[in-house]
């Protein structure tokens, strides 16, 4: 499910980029599991116990399973 194409745009700072790039992951995990309810500011706290990172490896694994 693709929710929006969004355009090329440059950074200022590596900060911006990360805070970006916790912002993409984010809403795409929140669209696989959105029992873990991560944002931005959560980000590394949700993913500091391995839980969600576990959730997407079975995923993927139980996915493959079928190509």
Request: glycine letters at 2%; aromatic letters at 12%.
């Given at each position: 499910?693709?929710?929006?194409?969004?355009?090329?745009?440059?950074?200022?700072?590596?900060?911006?980029?990360?805070?970006?790039?916790?912002?993409?992951?984010?809403?795409?995990?929140?669209?696989?599991?959105?029992?873990?309810?991560?944002?931005?500011?959560?980000?590394m706290?949700?993913l500091?116990?391995?839980?969600?990172?576990?959730?997407?490896?079975?995923?993927?694994?139980?996915?493959?399973?079928?190509?």
């Open positions: 499910m693709l929710k929006e194409t969004r355009s090329y745009r440059p950074f200022k700072s590596s900060e911006e980029y990360l805070y970006a790039m916790k912002e993409d992951l984010a809403e795409w995990l929140n669209m696989l599991y959105p029992e873990l309810d991560i944002n931005v500011e959560n980000f706290d949700r500091d116990t391995g839980i969600a990172l576990c959730k997407v490896c079975a995923l993927a694994l139980a996915s493959s399973a079928y190509i």
